[in-house]
């Protein structure tokens, strides 16, 4: 069984900011990519930013210049540094990693974390 726990989120006024933390456990043979998702009220889930083991990153055009992904492969674990945030950053943001549990596996699998809340209001 994989686990993704995530932490880091809350309540934040606009132009704050916060971190969010995820961490994967279990059987786990080798990690593709972290990344994290945000899926907002009446709207579909969507990419934030991702990461490879090898460092390569990838954000939404939305979150360009103002949030960070980062990760420590040892630990297994991301992080996203979110500045300067907006109202429209408000949602459930979802921790997602895409690796194989066994070296024989053929094929990588999605697994999701179970989502924390970030509130940007004043």
């Known amino acids: 069984q994989v686990r993704l726990v995530e932490s880091g989120g809350g309540l934040v006024q606009p132009g704050g900011s916060l971190r969010l933390s995820c961490a994967a456990s279990g059987i786990i043979f080798r990690i593709n990519t972290m990344g994290w998702y945000r899926q907002a009220p009446g709207k579909q889930r969507e990419l934030v930013a991702t990461?490879?083991?090898?460092?390569?990153?990838n954000y939404a055009d939305s979150v360009k210049g103002r949030f960070t992904i980062s990760s420590d492969n040892a630990k297994k674990t991301v992080y996203l540094q979110m500045n300067s945030l907006k109202p429209e950053d408000t949602a459930v943001y979802y921790c997602n990693a895409n690796l194989r549990r066994w070296l024989s596996e053929i094929r990588s699998s999605d697994y999701w974390g179970q989502g924390t809340q970030v509130t940007v209001s004043s």
């Open positions: 990461i490879t083991t090898a460092g390569s990153t």
